[in-house]
């Protein structure tokens, strides 16, 4: 009776077998490459979960699913931003957001600059990963981008005031979620060692921009931001925006009363 239970579980071994290949082979033939690469690709986009799943349903996904499309496009929406965070991920999901960021991930590459940036130093790595970020049209990399470049001097500030500004008209509705996810991400965990230093650009109309006296700036309310955006010109508008950003940042308190203590 033992031996009948055994050949049986064998045969049905076989048979899963064979059906997992002929299912296979069918996957490449049904569909042209380009195709399949395009649906991984926006399965990438909206779930991480459900490409490596998929990935795991046959030989031909896996393959396909190593396409740098497929990395390009990934969503690392529930990834966590603190790097203390990465640091317990696996040697796969290490490895697979190594690729997401060889690659050109836009996600993958404000991430890296804004650790680069911020937390270790590297000035010129910092703003390279954000540009690449920012010109693949990755809205929170445009908005750091900008107010970095605001903070800098000659071309460089006159180019960050064109960003924001146009970044601002172009995304009034969508400018008060990039705050917030700007602040989330600044205040995730990660050291901040680089601070902006805040560089005023002058005030382009004959008479200066009085509600920048009744607000103070906007320094907290991201409603009354975007209220007055009318109000203020292209350069107020923008020097309010970086006062915003420098304020959030983590330690900035703390590091603002030693000055003043020395």
């Not at 917030?180 to 902006?196: A, D, P």
């Not at 923008?238 to 304020?247: D, G, L, T």
Request: aromatic residues 10%.
């Amino acid at each position: 009776m033992a031996k009948i239970e055994a050949t049986r579980k064998i045969e049905y071994k076989r048979t899963t077998s064979y059906k997992r290949k002929s299912n296979s082979s069918s996957v490449k033939s049904s569909l042209p490459k380009e195709l399949w690469t395009e649906v991984l690709g926006y399965v990438a986009s909206t779930s991480l979960a459900d490409l490596f799943n998929v990935k795991l349903s046959c030989k031909d996904f896996s393959e396909l699913a190593e396409d740098f499309y497929i990395f390009q496009q990934a969503s690392l929406k529930k990834v966590p931003t603190n790097p203390f965070c990465l640091s317990n991920l696996s040697k796969k999901a290490s490895s697979f957001l190594e690729l997401c960021l060889k690659f050109g991930n836009p996600e993958s590459l404000f991430r890296q600059g804004v650790i680069d940036y911020f937390s270790l130093g590297r000035i010129k790595s910092g703003l390279e990963y954000l540009k690449r970020a920012a010109d693949k049209g990755h809205l929170e990399a445009t908005y750091m981008y900008g107010i970095i470049l605001l903070c800098s001097e000659g071309e460089l500030k006159q180019e960050g005031l064109r960003i924001l500004s146009s970044l601002k008209r172009s995304n009034s509705g969508g400018m008060k979620e990039c705050r917030k996810r700007t602040k989330t991400l600044m205040q995730s965990g990660f050291w901040v060692r680089n601070f902006i230093v805040r560089q005023l650009v002058t005030c382009c109309r004959e008479e200066p921009c009085r509600v920048l006296i009744r607000n103070s700036g906007w320094e907290s309310n991201d409603i009354e931001l975007d209220a007055d955006d009318d109000a203020l010109c292209d350069a107020c508008s923008c020097n309010c925006e970086v006062k915003w950003f420098s304020n959030i940042l983590p330690g900035k308190r703390k590091r603002m009363r030693i000055n003043w203590l020395n």
